[in-house]
Nanobody, 116 residues
Framework: QVQLVESGGGLVQAGGSLRLSCAGSGSRFGFNAMGWYRQAPGKQRELVARLDRAGTTNYADSVKGRFTISRDNAKNTVYLQMISLKPEDTAVYYC??????????WGQGTQVTVSS
């Protein structure tokens, strides 16, 4: 059974930094792509960043230059380093992973709150 466990969320002032981590387990061959989505109150879930096994990254325009995604394939862990945080970054951040057979897996979510 695949599990994704996030950590690192919390409350931070605008301009501050946070680092999210997501450790995956239960996949015999690891994951193809891993990444992060977020969902703010009253809004749809949106892609924040994605990193595939080849090293290709995708970022939402709103976070480019401020957020950096990285991963440790040996540990099936993905990270999201967030700097220069803004109040509009406040959301529940969800880790996700794509299996090689096309399946998708989600973490339980971690709250990030940026105060002004």
């Amino acid at each position: 059974q695949v599990q994704l466990v996030e950590s690192g969320g919390g409350l931070v002032q605008a301009g501050g930094s946070l680092r999210l981590s997501c450790a995956g387990s239960g996949s015999r061959f690891g994951f193809n792509a891993m990444g992060w989505y977020r969902q703010a109150p009253g809004k749809q879930r949106e892609l924040v960043a994605r990193l595939d096994r080849a090293g290709t990254t995708n970022y939402a325009d709103s976070v480019k230059g401020r957020f950096t995604i990285s991963r440790d394939n040996a540990k099936n862990t993905v990270y999201l380093q967030m700097i220069s945080l803004k109040p509009e970054d406040t959301a529940v951040y969800y880790c996700y992973a794509e299996g090689f057979a096309g399946s998708s897996f989600w973490g339980q979510g971690t709250q990030v709150t940026v105060s002004s």
